[in-house]
T-cell receptor, first 117, second 114 residues
């Protein structure tokens, strides 16, 4: 299956700063990637679908201006948490699919733990 | 919006025992997904279900899409220590064009006693 990496693995930042998280598909060209977040000891939440060369599709309740997604190449999608606040602290995970469909085989990255002070 | 109830929240079982967990929804879903997550890692998609009544296996795992389309079950047979982790269900309604509206259950934490 696809190998997916995320960078950084963890990040601590001050409130008000912006943080960029990278998701790379190392051996697979992905036209679609997915971004999730997971609160401590809680369930996952699908945030958005990242489409290469076009705008991301955001799930209901996810602020587009707060969580900026850029999918500029077939191997890289970035999630930028703008003006981060403590409530944005979470585990952010990306995934890559074979066909671009969420319900097909997904390969998940190892996640990025964001802590906003 | 949709609500998913996943149970049990946690379970401790002896190695070799069978395990069963389920998710129920307040509304109809068109797709059910089951994931496993190890601590500190991203989840792994185990099984995807697309039709009411569908029964799908993946090794020792078997999942079923309930007839009412409001529930799904995951069974693990002959559990082994590496089955330890948190299992999440997720459901997707027929949302049409646009977002997936994927809803996750809160997870079942499985511990296997050797």
């Amino acid at each position: 299956g696809a190998v997916v990496s995320q960078h950084p693995s963890w990040v601590i930042c001050k409130s008000g700063t912006s943080v960029k998280i990278e998701c790379r598909s190392l051996d697979f060209q992905a036209t679609t990637m997915f971004w999730y977040r997971q609160f401590p000891k809680q369930s996952l939440m699908l945030m958005a679908t990242s489409n290469e060369g076009s705008k991301a599709t955001y799930e209901q309740g996810v602020e587009k201006d707060k969580f900026l997604i850029n999918h500029a190449s077939l191997t890289l999608s970035t999630l930028t948490v703008t003006s981060a606040h403590p409530e944005d602290s979470s585990f952010y995970i990306c995934s890559v699919g074979n066909s671009g469909a969420l319900t097909d085989t997904q390969y998940f990255g190892p996640g990025t733990r964001l802590t906003v002070l | 919006g949709q609500q998913l109830n996943q149970s049990p929240q946690s379970m401790f079982i002896q190695e070799g025992e069978d395990v069963s967990m389920n998710c129920t929804s307040s509304s109809i879903f068109n797709t059910w997904l089951w994931y496993k997550q190890d601590p500190g890692e991203g989840p792994v998609l185990l099984i995807a279900l697309y039709k009411a009544g569908e029964l799908t296996s993946n090794g020792r795992l078997t999942a079923q899409f309930g007839i009412t389309r409001k529930d799904s079950f995951l069974n693990i047979s002959a559990s082994i220590p590496s089955d330890v982790g948190i299992y999440f269900c997720a459901g997707q309604p027929n949302s049409g064009a646009g977002s997936y509206q994927l809803t996750f259950g809160k997870g079942t934490k499985l511990s296997v006693i050797p």
